[in-house]
């Protein structure tokens, strides 16, 4: 099994627009990098975790947007 290293990424609660966009800009980023530069199995495997991560983090912020845009 492969130890993925991941960068600390925004927790619920009240997180900036900001730093949410960063966060899944640089995951989507470091999925690309894998997939460009990658050529074996582990690879794939770290661009498939990246994917996965920024795709957690956008329904995320889809669920919060939703939360805060009915209040408003």
Same mark, same amino acid.
């Given at each position: /099994? ?18 949410? *966009? *960063? ?7 470091? @999925? ?8 074996? *199995? *582990?690879?794939?495997? @770290? @661009? ?8 957690? /983090? ?12 009915? @209040?408003?």
């Amino acid at each position: /099994m492969t130890t993925v290293n991941t960068t600390p990424t925004p927790k619920t609660g009240n997180t900036s627009p900001l730093i949410r *966009q *960063q966060a899944i800009e640089n995951a989507l980023s470091m @999925a690309l990098f894998h997939v460009r530069h990658g050529d074996s *199995q *582990q690879d794939i495997h @770290a @661009a498939t975790g990246r994917a996965i991560r920024a795709a957690s /983090m956008l329904k995320q912020a889809c669920a919060e947007f939703a939360i805060v845009g009915s @209040a408003a």
